[in-house]
Nanobody, 119 residues
Framework: QVQLVESGGGLVQAGDSLRLSCAAS????????LGWFRQAPGKERELVAR????????YYADSVKGRFTISRDNAKITMYLQMNSLKPEDTAVYYC????????????WGQGTQVTVSS
């Protein structure tokens, strides 16, 4: 099993920045890919960004390209999401997730952290 704990959410104004962290523990050697998802009220959960084990391969949703940066510290077994130029439409609960054997299936999820951006 892998445990994931997010932190860093909060209430900010449009244009501000936030950095989310996701600390992993347990069988972390099984993790092949980490991702950040978000879910806004009344909307489906969406993939925001993901990063592979090596850290060389990343993906960003079009809505956050150029504003968000995903990174990971394998020594600390922690993933980050640096969010700049935040917009009200970025308001959501942000979840980190980990994929093990199947890169397309996220097996483990954190409890989520709320990000609220006021206009």
């Amino acid at each position: 099993q892998v445990q994931l704990v997010e932190s860093g959410g909060g209430l900010v104004q449009a244009g501000d920045s936030l950095r989310l962290s996701c600390a992993a523990s347990g069988r972390t050697f099984s993790i092949s890919r980490l991702g950040w998802f978000r879910q806004a009220p009344g909307k489906e959960r969406e993939l925001v960004a993901r990063i592979d084990r090596s850290g060389d391969s990343t993906y960003y949703a079009d809505s956050v390209k150029g504003r968000f940066t995903i990174s990971r510290d394998n020594a600390k077994i922690t993933m980050y999401l640096q969010m700049n130029s935040l917009k009200p439409e970025d308001t959501a609960v942000y979840y980190c997730a980990a994929a093990a054997a199947n890169l397309r299936v996220y097996d483990y999820w954190g409890q989520g952290t709320q990000v609220t951006v006021s206009s």
